[in-house]
């Protein structure tokens, strides 16, 4: 009877011991600062009118910048990320226009085959802008 009771106790503490794990990072958690996959300085070249124009977008570990000729700078800080999906991030934090400021702006980055692309909503009614490269 002792050994059938020791056995027991054994299997009973196994399955409690076991059944617990350790807590991993969710791919739903915001993280703080920007993914090291996109982190660079992007371009983007198209002709307009026959004179060569070129976007930089460029993503640093805990902001994100917009230049485009003839526009205002276009600035991120506060950010934070959730990865969305394979190479889909989603990034929000406080945009920067001017003079205008927008907390809890949010946009949605995809990295494919070395290029960038972003829209800034998350709803279907707005598209992506363009592919950027390194």
């Excluded at 400021?101 to 692309?117: C, D, E, P, R």
């Amino acid at each position: 009877m002792n050994k059938i009771m020791k056995i027991t106790m054994t299997g009973i503490t196994v399955l409690t011991l076991g059944g617990m794990t350790t807590a991993t990072a969710s791919a739903a958690a915001w993280h703080k600062g920007t993914p090291k996959a996109l982190r660079s300085n992007w371009k983007r070249s198209y002709y307009d009118h026959g004179t060569k124009v070129t976007i930089n977008f460029n993503i640093k570990s805990n902001r994100m910048s917009i230049a485009r000729p003839g526009w205002s700078l276009e600035n991120w800080s506060n950010l934070k990320y959730q990865k969305a999906g394979s190479g889909t991030y989603k990034i929000k934090g406080t945009y920067h226009n001017g003079m205008l400021i927008k907390k809890n702006s949010h946009m949605k980055l995809v990295k494919k085959a070395g290029k960038v692309t972003y829209k800034n909503s998350w709803s279907s009614s707005y598209s992506y802008l363009g592919w950027f490269h390194k």
